[in-house]
């Protein structure tokens, strides 16, 4: 390929409404662009990416033996209506209607339809088990549509579904697509961990995430020496001890440190899992967090969020104040008497520490707004609060990292062959309900994942296996001389002939030029070809990731890259 007939969308600014690096780079690098929130168009460029990472993972999936196949975008109310989820599913999903007033919604996920298949399909016990696929497009109506890629609105994911005659079977194909996955991102070059799961709407017994680890991910991971991985939407928080007398529990808020869920859950008298919402503490690096505890149903997750902006003298005088402060609410506790005047004080001594004691009368926070004046909760930093805990199997101390899910395998079980009567024949001629499993990978979010965990100053730096080229030709002078000339098209053709994906940089540019755009759009190798090496018969030849050029006789380049 030469750049004078590619469009190489490079831009020389950061786009100024990036969040993060991924999205700035592909952007800066004219991999994608934006059309609307969370909804972006690939050009040629991201597209021989994303092209890339659809194949590592099509050739994964099918050495499992699953099947591909291609189901609608669009689909129908009544299949969400069988399954119950037209009700359930809330404002993420986008829902139309046709000409006749007719109810659809652009698909989310496609248990639905493809139950529909398998019960229409599918009769007999000896045709299981069986497993099918497809890399589609999505459409979620996220809340908060950001960070490009993502999450977005639009967005291609591979998923999969299997279906069983029993358990047994089903923890035979869970166990492949967790191998497949390992795979996939093994072969992607990411750096990356399997943690247990929450199994949230969807539902079923058992999942287990994929999270690519990067600090801007919005997950958190709590993983232990021993081997214990788990989102921290599930790590459970650790048993509460015996509450202590409240002078002394209170001074152990008031003592700058770290202070663990057990404390936090001793010290209100609340069992971990009761507490809901907000409370603020000194983290262990002697910041301040404001933690929101999520009860119930949500495990006992944590999420805190870090006050470092708050340089102004504040006082919460009682928990209303909290409330209206942190836009929480405490009056989902319960039962449980919430302890007011404790938590406004704890909280006002915990602030006065912080603010080097103006805890005086008049200061109030007020008006905050999430987002403006305060981190939004989910990129919160809980690294204060889990981290050091022993994990819930005794595996060792847990420790924190950041993820972002790139993939998820869930063991269904019956619940949308149940409701959509999805059976086979069995042996005795009977009815039986299949077991179901499915397998998700966001294809697009991957790569942008890949960035987040593969960049430099002077951009992306691909892994080999999702490089858009192996190798940019840059000529120096390609256009005034014709030794110059002469050895680029014979390298590049060379090259071509060998099977190596070429960028030719034709483009009468500075060599800056040049170099700047071949970096940033993170092509692993670089060939140089200019007159003075040619003299010596010499080409200078760059990693993507070295500081420094080196160079090799011209006649063994091509041998030199592959
Ligand atoms: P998240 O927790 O990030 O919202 P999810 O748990 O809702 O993701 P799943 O239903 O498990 O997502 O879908 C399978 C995969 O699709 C996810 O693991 C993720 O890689 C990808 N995915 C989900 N939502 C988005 C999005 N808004 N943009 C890009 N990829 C997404
Ligand atoms: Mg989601
Ligand atoms: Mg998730
Ligand atoms: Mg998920």
């Known amino acids: 390929m030469r750049t004078s007939r590619f469009l190489l969308a490079t831009l020389r600014e950061d786009p100024s409404d990036a969040e993060v690096i991924s999205q700035r ?14 909804i972006y168009s690939w050009l040629p460029l991201g597209l021989r990416v994303l092209r890339r990472a659809e194949r590592v993972v099509r050739e994964q999936m099918d050495a499992t033996g699953a099947q591909e196949l291609l189901m609608p975008a669009v689909q129908p109310a009544e299949l969400w209506q069988e399954s119950a989820r037209w009700e359930k599913y809330g404002p993420e999903l986008l829902r139309l209607k046709d000409r006749h007033q007719r109810e659809f919604c652009f698909g989310p996920t496609h248990e639905e339809v493809i139950t529909d298949i398998v019960r229409q399909k599918v009769s007999s016990y000896r045709q299981l088990p069986a497993c099918f696929y497809q890399i589609q497009t999505k459409f979620r109506d ?29 923890d035979d194909t869970y166990q492949a697509m967790h191998g497949a996955y390992s795979a996939i991102f093994s072969r992607l070059g990411l750096k990356f961990r399997a943690v247990a799961a929450d199994t949230g709407s969807i539902g079923g017994a058992s999942s287990h995430e994929f999270h690519v680890l990067a600090d801007s991910g919005e997950d958190a991971i709590a993983y232990s020496p021993g081997g214990y991985a788990a989102n921290v939407e599930l790590a459970p928080a650790p048993p509460a001890p015996p509450r202590p007398a409240p002078s002394a529990s209170r001074e152990s808020v008031r003592t700058p440190g770290q202070h663990s869920i057990a404390e936090v859950s001793a ?61 929480c609410d405490f009056g989902s506790v319960g039962p449980v008497d919430f302890p007011g005047p404790v938590i406004a004080d704890h909280a006002a001594a915990a602030l006065a520490d912080f603010v080097c004691g103006a805890n005086a009368d008049g200061y109030h926070l007020s008006g905050v707004n999430f987002g403006r004046d305060l981190p939004e909760p989910e990129t919160a930093d809980i690294r204060n609060v889990l981290a050091g805990e022993p994990a819930p199997d ?92 002469e050895a680029t098209e014979t390298l590049y053709a060379q090259l071509t002939a060998a099977g190596v994906d070429v960028l030719l940089d034709d483009r009468p540019e500075r060599p800056g030029v040049m170099f700047a755009d071949m970096d940033l759009i993170g092509i692993p190798h670089r060939l140089v070809i200019g007159e003075r090496g040619l003299k010596d018969g010499l080409v200078e030849y760059k990693a993507r990731r070295d500081e420094e050029a080196q160079n090799i006789p011209l006649a063994e380049a091509t041998g030199f890259i592959r």
């Not at 780079?25 to 969370?38: D, K, P």
């Not at 809340?143 to 358990?167: C, N, Q, T, V, W």
């Open 25 to 38: 780079l592909m952007l800066r690098a004219g991999m994608i662009s934006r059309l609307a929130a969370g």
């Open 142 to 170: 996220e809340i908060r549509p950001r960070f490009g890629l993502m999450r977005a609105r639009e967005f291609l994911m591979k998923d999969a579904y299997s279906f069983h005659r029993d358990e047994a079977s089903l």
């Open 267 to 327: 010290f209100l008298n609340v069992p971990p899992d009761r507490i809901v919402k907000t409370l603020i503490v000194r983290g262990a690096d002697g910041g301040l967090v404001a933690l929101l505890l999520r009860g119930d149903h949500e495990l006992n997750a944590v999420k805190a969020l870090r006050l470092p902006q708050i340089a102004q003298p504040l006082q919460f005088a009682t928990p209303a104040d909290v409330r209206t402060a942190l836009g």
């Open 394 to 485: 005794g595996s060792g101390p847990l420790a924190i990292a950041r993820g972002i899910e790139v993939g998820h395998v869930f063991k269904l079980g019956t619940v949308y062959s149940e409701k959509l009567a999805c059976t086979v024949l069995d042996e005795n001629g009977r009815d039986a309900v299949m077991t179901m499993g499915c397998y998700g990978i966001g294809v697009s979010r991957v790569v942008a994942a890949a960035v987040e965990q593969n960049h430099d100053a002077r951009g992306i730096v691909w892994p080999q296996a999702l490089a858009p080229f192996e190798v940019a030709l840059v000529p120096i002078n390609l256009h005034k001389s014709p030794a110059v000339a």
